[in-house]
């Protein structure tokens, strides 16, 4: 089975920096991905890994430690814009994705 | 490239009635799609794969014969609601898997209300 944990809800002001931890527990994983959803939207794809450490991609970076089933989102300078639900899904030996309840991330002016 | 398009963007239908929903991948084929069903405030959950040529698997707790799956060519799946109820009122989003196993290509999702 999947288990996917990550906190519900999240806060922080414009221009600050928030982390968004995920942990996961998947049979015959294959990665982490991270999406963005804005409410009424479809998933947009964020980030993929695979390997462990650190992928950089502009003020998005994603970690991931498949020894510990963990993973986090790191946004910063954060943006009104920003403002979304961030799902954290993990993918399976057959390559689907399973995903977690999503992280609703609020940003303060 | 990797475009996923849904339709239609929403429906209203009559409890009773069966609604069609189409999802296509525009620039690029797919053997395999999967349809997700998304309640409000809550995550994507994952309904069934459809695969070109062949009959759709369904997850755990899904009624194959009331959603119905048909992969009828590599750029096109559509989904069936058939007998819908208000209980079926969902938000129902398609991907498309790309040319690597793991990559997965969301449509804009579709908004269906049963009244």
């Known amino acids: 089975g999947q288990n996917i944990d990550q906190p519900t809800e999240m806060t922080a002001t414009e221009g600050a920096i928030v982390q968004i931890n995920c942990t996961y527990q998947t049979s015959g994983f294959n990665g982490l991905f991270w999406y963005q959803q804005h409410a009424g939207e479809a998933p947009t794809f964020l980030s993929y890994n695979v390997l462990d450490g650190l992928e950089e991609k502009g003020r998005f970076s994603s970690f991931l430690s498949r020894s510990k089933g963990y993973s986090y989102l790191l946004l910063k300078e954060l943006q009104m814009k920003d403002s979304a639900s961030y799902l954290c899904?993990?993918?399976?030996?057959?390559?689907?994705?399973?995903f977690g309840a999503g992280t609703t991330v609020t940003v303060r002016a | 490239g990797a475009v996923v398009s849904q339709h239609p963007s929403w429906v209203i239908c009559k409890s009773g009635t069966s609604v069609k929903i189409e999802c296509r991948s525009l620039?690029?084929?797919?053997?395999?799609m999967f349809w997700y069903r998304q309640f409000p405030k809550q995550s994507l959950m994952l309904m069934a794969t459809?695969?070109?040529?062949?009959?759709?698997?369904?997850e755990q707790g899904v009624e194959k014969d009331k959603f119905l799956i048909n992969h009828a060519s590599l750029t096109l799946s559509t989904l069936t609601v058939t007998s819908a109820h208000p209980e079926d009122s969902s938000f129902y989003i398609c991907s498309a898997r790309g040319a690597r196993e793991y990559e997965q290509y969301f449509g804009p999702g579709t908004r269906l209300t049963v009244t």
């Open positions: 899904a993990a993918s399976g030996g057959d390559y689907k994705l399973s």
């Open positions: 459809s695969n070109e040529g062949s009959k759709a698997t369904y």
């Open positions: 620039d690029f084929q797919a053997t395999t």
